[in-house]
């Protein structure tokens, strides 16, 4: 029978950052099956009959310890693994649940793993996946990377509809896909606080150019000293040294340095829904944040000051009513968004901010088809699309990054452990992430700027 009984549900989530270990961890709590979840408590704090176990996927994002506190949410054990090693947990250890919150290429490669790992298993976990925000480029690969879990999870009813194209479009099962939404929205209704504070939500790749982070930075610092009586900050991911989801070449912070900043002007840390509770107004380039700002009612503002650009991913943004220029600000310009654009993002939609309406049951369908799998005992052997039949040329390549052979058994010499690694092994690895991290934020950006010459 599976892993559960009548008073817990075993769930793991794996995850390759802080930010989609926020989304995994979250996400687990939100789909778990009604009876094992406390619907007074919230999805932070994991007061539920859930034993969340949280195995974190060694790479250049793994998250530090301060990320994985500013994230705050609890987990029954943590621990860092090689995709190895989380293959043969999967083998050792009987969950109900298993999220994969990680990149499409680890999401394709921990399919076919887990493939090989349970041939011959008469009973397996329910397995899920899906994205940690606006989905804006490689929609078609990032989609069919992840084509093979029993959920893959669609934030809005426009991904759902977006993503059940895709599949039908290349002959493969769409029933898969299932709408629910961004599992970290919440907190409070927005009120107008004293002072009123302007938050300029930062994003490590976006823009990339330094010329374009640095008019951003002076835009913002200008608006400081424009409207002396307002609180304006600059929220940061990372700090320096560490890696989100994505690579951060040149911080803000560190470009600030150079600047005379106002007194009304600061860097912020922490926690996204904390920093939003001191929100008056939003203002982003596409960041998911914009979405839990929207959520609470907060007014808004996608920036068209680089262009409405695919690359810059506001396009996203189109029909939202968000879309504004510092110009507009700097004059006391603040949105109205366009209600029909936000109900189809699965934000706000027909509630209140604080959880009523259609955000209290967006994760009803996902819960019911895991009650359903659950109850089913056996299920199907996973069956990605991506095959060596179907993509010869595409899979054992993305297979082998995690040291895996196309038929998703571990590859002769792949780097797994049976103890945890000694002091001198984790001297050696923090070592050579630090200076990965050195080169992606320091010698890379020399490099280019002498490509420009």
Not at 246 to 269: G, S, T
Not at 419 to 434: E, N
Request: hydrophobic share 40%; charged share 25%.
């Amino acid at each position: 029978m599976p892993a559960s009984t009548a008073k817990s549900l075993r769930v793991a989530v794996l995850a390759d950052s802080d930010t989609r270990w926020k989304w995994g961890a979250l996400t687990a709590n939100r789909i778990s099956p009604a009876e094992f979840t406390d619907s007074s408590e919230s999805p932070e704090r994991g007061d539920s009959s859930i034993r969340l176990d949280g195995f974190l996927l060694r790479g250049r994002a793994t998250p530090t310890a301060r990320q994985l506190e500013e994230v705050g949410v609890r987990a029954h054990s943590l621990r860092e693994v090689t995709a190895v090693e989380f293959l043969r947990e999967m083998t050792e250890e009987s969950y109900d649940v298993l999220v994969l919150a990680l990149v499409g290429g680890g999401v394709q490669a921990m399919l076919h793993g887990l493939a090989h790992a349970w041939r011959g298993r008469v009973r397996r976990p329910v397995v899920v996946t899906g994205y940690v925000g606006v989905v804006y480029e490689k929609l078609a690969d990032g989609l069919l990377l992840r084509h093979g879990a029993d959920l893959v999870l669609a934030n809005s009813r426009q991904d759902a509809e977006r993503f059940r194209a895709v599949y039908e479009g290349v002959g493969a099962d769409a029933s898969s896909v299932t709408e629910v939404a961004l599992p970290f929205l919440g907190g409070a209704a927005y009120e107008k606080k004293d002072p009123y504070t302007v938050v300029f939500a930062a994003q490590p790749s976006v823009p990339e150019s330094r010329k374009d982070r640095a008019y951003l930075l002076e835009r913002l610092v200008r608006h400081a000293r424009r409207h002396p009586e307002r609180e304006v900050l600059l929220k940061l991911r990372s700090k320096p040294g560490e890696h989100t989801t994505h690579i951060e070449e040149l911080p803000y912070q560190k470009m600030a340095q150079k600047e005379d900043l106002p007194a009304n002007f600061r860097l912020v840390y922490g926690n996204m829904g904390e920093v939003l509770d001191r929100t008056d107004l939003l203002v982003t380039v596409s960041s998911t944040a914009a979405l839990e700002s929207l959520h609470r009612r907060i007014p808004t503002v996608v920036l068209t000051d680089l262009g409405v650009r695919e690359a810059l991913g506001n396009h996203h943004f189109v029909g939202s009513g968000c879309l504004a220029s510092w110009d507009q600000l700097d004059a006391g310009h603040e949105p109205v968004p366009n209600a029909e654009w936000v109900a189809r993002q699965g934000v706000a939609a027909g509630g209140t901010a604080s959880g009523t309406g259609s955000y209290a049951t967006a994760f009803d369908e996902a819960r019911r088809r895991i009650t359903e799998l659950l109850a089913a005992g056996e299920l199907p052997p996973l069956a990605p699309y991506y095959t060596p039949v179907t993509a010869p040329g595409y899979l054992p390549g993305v297979l082998a990054r995690h040291h895996l052979a196309p038929d998703g058994s571990p590859l002769p010499g792949a780097p797994a452990a049976d103890k945890a690694p000694s002091p001198v092994r984790q001297i050696v690895r923090r070592a050579a992430r630090g200076a990965y991290r050195h080169g992606v934020q320091r010698v890379a950006p020399v490099i280019r700027r002498m490509g420009e010459l």
